[in-house]
């Protein structure tokens, strides 16, 4: 979706400001707010996690500018909990689960949640499908608008840039992180791997003639998001 968090190329944000050993949690509840984000999926429930971005994106934008890192991920979190009927509205208000409510999924173990949160991500997967671009071919990014999540960044759309590395096929996170209203309203899209490449453009393509001729902007882009030049 084109909401604030695509904010690329925008100004009036200024600097972007740098921590010496800035460490990963600055507080203990947003080292629990991820682990929850990455353990709920195992208890039964795994679609839950699929919309973690989608659920941050579609935060308002004037919460979106006045809130942390960490409490983005935590309203994500509780929206998909109470959108999938794990919690209610009033117990989060509360903060206390309902006594009288019956478990509808297998709390995660302690050792599934370890794998899930300090376990090595995923790498490339395999598609039958061969790509479409070599090195060294032109392309240019089709200029695509949805209104769900995506990972083609607005300010490249149109953009035309050379492929310059072929990065092997990942999951198509356009489809990985939505749900489908179907049959089960919250069915996931598979995931669709998709070949992915480097695409180098050059600076003034992207920013205009006031950039540098000599600069260059490099891009890892799914090939869905491409079209020959």
């Known amino acids: 979706m084109n909401g604030l968090h695509d904010c690329g190329g925008m100004q009036g944000f200024g600097p972007i400001g740098h921590v010496a050993d800035e460490p990963m949690f600055h507080s203990p509840w947003e080292g629990r707010v991820c682990a929850m984000s990455r353990s709920v999926g195992l208890a039964g429930k795994t679609r839950v996690t699929l919309g973690l971005r989608w659920g941050i994106e579609a935060i308002p934008a004037v919460d979106q500018v006045r809130m942390t890192y ?8 509780v929206n998909r909990l109470v959108e999938c009927g794990i919690v209610s509205p009033e117990e989060v208000a509360r903060g ?11 709390p995660a173990s302690v050792a599934q949640a370890i794998r899930a949160n300090l376990g090595r991500p ?26 769900t999540h995506t990972r083609c960044p607005r300010y490249l759309r149109s953009r035309t840039g050379i492929v310059v590395k072929h990065r092997g096929a990942w999951d198509f996170p356009d489809t990985a992180h939505i749900t489908l209203a179907i ?14 490449y480097a695409i180098r453009f050059p600076a ?7 950039a540098p001729p000599t600069d ?10 491409l079209e020959r030049a």
């Open 70 to 77: 960490f409490e983005k991920w935590f309203a994500s979190l």
């Open 96 to 106: 206390q689960s309902d006594p009288d409510k019956r478990m509808i999924s297998t």
């Open 122 to 147: 995923d790498g490339s997967t395999n598609t039958a499908a061969k790509p479409n671009f070599e090195v060294g071919d032109p392309v240019r990014v089709r200029n695509i608008n949805p209104v």
């Open 183 to 196: 049959s089960d309203r919250h069915s996931p899209l598979p995931a669709e791997p998709d070949h992915v």
């Open 204 to 210: 003034r393509e992207v920013w205009g003639d006031d």
């Open 216 to 225: 260059f902007l490099y891009a890892d882009l799914w090939e869905r998001y």
